[in-house]
């Protein structure tokens, strides 16, 4: 029995027809009628009587619809006491986020849970996977949104919650000797000048030694922002790695000023999720913003086609 069920019968009684109520709840006739058959089948019972001048219930049927009219009512009682919660909703969230899900998941995030609890006073901390993961242990911050390559990134006292899944790509400058490719290899990167980010980011060290494997990496400089990045590669100054699931709507790309390009070395994947200590009581405005940064994560991979 659907709740939709209850509705429609409750909407014919009180409209007196089946295209009426049909009429009024935006939905086909064909489709209330069907429901309407498909409920007495299975109660079974008829719950109306039709003819020419509409459709009545029957003896059975008014005590039925009164019932589906105090489950609704109670349907009802619920929804406002959430809504109610939601309103009330009010106290601090810290958290800490690595810049790629500050570019990319957060701002939508930020959006809709502002919208819902207004009264709640957000905190957000920006900084590198390392850093971060110290402020989510220290318990400076509710909870981290950062990345990880293997299970074992941290330890066993924190609980990671996957959202999104990407990969790091190399890119380079329109003009740049290797914009042309598609796919390079670490032994064609290592010949150009690159920029990584400092090493508060766990992604310097990965970055570092992936290429050490073809040679001595010719880092120009190392940037903690990712918008100094983005300017430095987009000069043509030097190569620059970044998750492709954050660059993939970034207006540098999108508008060809910087070109992504696949690194055939590049095997492991890039999970982005929440991290919390597995011993804390997350509040329930944290709960319902993990809820929300799930929403967001479905809609991203979605709209970007993205790998879940």
């Excluded at 209330?32 to 299975?42: F, G, I, P």
């Excluded at 459709?55 to 059975?60: D, F, R, S």
């Excluded at 207006?251 to 011993?279: C, R, S, W």
Aim: glycine share 4%; hydrophobic share 40%.
């Amino acid at each position: 029995m659907k709740l939709e069920h209850l509705k429609y019968i409750v909407e014919i009684n009180d409209s007196g027809s089946i295209s009426t109520a049909a009429e009024r709840m935006h939905v086909s006739q064909p489709a209330v009628s069907q429901s309407v058959k498909h409920l007495e089948d299975r109660l079974k019972v008829k719950i109306f009587k039709r003819s020419r001048n509409g459709a009545q219930p029957t003896e059975v049927g008014r005590s039925i619809i009164e019932k589906a009219r105090e489950v609704l009512r109670k349907i009802d009682e619920i929804e406002s006491i959430a809504q109610v919660q939601h309103a009330m909703l009010e106290g601090n969230l810290s958290l800490v986020a690595i810049p790629s899900m500050c570019m990319s998941l957060l701002p939508k995030t930020l959006s809709a849970f502002s919208t819902r609890f207004p009264k709640v006073k957000l905190e957000v901390i920006e900084t590198g996977t390392l850093q971060a993961a110290s402020y989510v242990e220290k318990e400076i911050v509710d909870f981290g949104i950062m990345s990880r390559r293997e299970k074992t990134d941290f330890s066993d006292r924190f609980h990671f919650d996957p959202l999104l899944v990407g990969k790091v790509m190399a890119y380079v400058s329109r003009n740049h000797d290797l914009a042309g490719k598609t796919e390079v290899s670490i032994k064609e990167l290592i010949r150009y000048p690159l920029v990584l980010f400092n090493q508060s980011f766990r992604m310097h060290a990965f970055i570092y030694n992936l290429l050490s494997k073809a040679g001595e990496p010719r880092v120009l400089m190392t940037v903690g922002n990712p918008e100094s990045l983005k300017r430095v590669v987009a000069e043509g100054l030097a190569i620059g790695f970044y998750p492709n699931i954050v660059l993939k709507f970034d207006p540098f790309v999108q508008n060809g000023d910087i070109v992504a390009l696949d690194i055939m070395e590049m095997h492991k994947l890039t999970e982005f999720g929440i991290l919390y200590k597995k011993d804390s009581r997350l509040s329930l405005a944290s709960r319902e913003f993990i809820n929300e940064l799930k929403i967001q994560a479905v809609k991203m991979q979605q709209a970007f086609h993205l790998q879940s």
